[in-house]
Antibody, heavy 120, light 109 residues
Framework: QLQLQESGPGLVRPSETLSLICTVS??????????WGWIRQPPGKGLEWIGT???????YSNPSLKSRVTMSMDTSKNQVSLNLRSVTAADTAIHYC????????????WGQGTLVTVSS | DIQMTQSPSSLSASVGDRVTITCQAS??????LNWYQQKPGQAPKLLIY???NLETRVPSRFSGSGSGTDFSFTISSLQPEDVATYYC???????????FGGGTKVELK
């Protein structure tokens, strides 16, 4: 059974970089069939797509965040990572790691989510 | 960018009621439309994929329909355990972008 687990600091200071890791178990991230993505949800609000990475290393980001987002993969550790630069309080959110097929875009695997608070 | 307009933003209904949520895309997305249920403190859970296909082990009181720009999601007989927020999500594959509707919070009357 595929499992995704997000990890990283729960508190980040304004203007610094938010860094998260998604560790995948029960399947390889080195697959041409799937994308690995990040979704965030500010407390009490809706879902927002942050970005997506493919096994080739290609990345795609939400235009509203694109200039601040970097994603990468470590196939030796079966991990996907997210960096979001120059954070503000508006970046406070639960962050989810997801997997979806490149053909269908169905998000059928989600991590449990991790809350990152931006505060001094 | 494709925008998804979901309505209503919240609703209150009684047990046994039929509940319908709509989602409208800003351009034709064929049937690349999925529906998720999110309960407090949990990650979203896939209910319906490709507009009308019921995910495995999801109760048959949930259904979806539509194509192109207009979609709907229905709970045929609302149950207490269905209290949750529901989201639609579209997928565009070139480039691979995702957009969510604003969500519909379903409560019991």
């Amino acid at each position: 059974q595929l499992q995704l687990q997000e990890s990283g600091p729960g508190l980040v200071r304004p203007s610094e970089t938010l860094s998260l890791i998604c560790t995948v178990s029960g399947g390889s991230i080195n697959s041409s069939t799937y994308y690995w993505g990040w979704i965030r949800q500010p407390p009490g609000k809706g879902l927002e797509w942050i970005g997506t990475i493919y096994y080739s290393g290609s990345t795609y980001s939400n235009p509203s965040l694109k200039s601040r987002v970097t994603m990468s993969m470590d196939t030796s550790k079966n991990q996907v990572s997210l960096n979001l630069r120059s954070v503000t309080a508006a970046d406070t959110a639960i962050h989810y790691c997801v997997r979806y097929s490149i053909m269908e875009g169905v998000l059928n695997y989600w991590g449990q989510g991790t809350l990152v608070t931006v505060s001094s | 960018d494709i925008q998804m307009t979901q309505s209503p933003s919240s609703l209150s209904a009684s047990v046994g009621d039929r509940v319908t949520i709509t989602c409208q895309a800003s351009e034709d997305i064929r049937n690349y439309l999925n529906w998720y249920q999110q309960k407090p403190g949990q990650a979203p859970k896939l209910l319906i994929y490709h507009a009308s296909n019921l995910e495995t082990r999801v109760p048959s009181r949930f259904s979806g329909s539509g194509s192109g720009t207009d979609f709907s999601f229905t709970i045929s007989s609302l149950q207490p355990e269905d209290v949750a927020t529901y989201y639609c999500q579209q997928y565009h594959n070139l480039p691979p972008t995702l957009t969510f509707g604003g969500g519909t919070k379903v409560e019991l009357k």
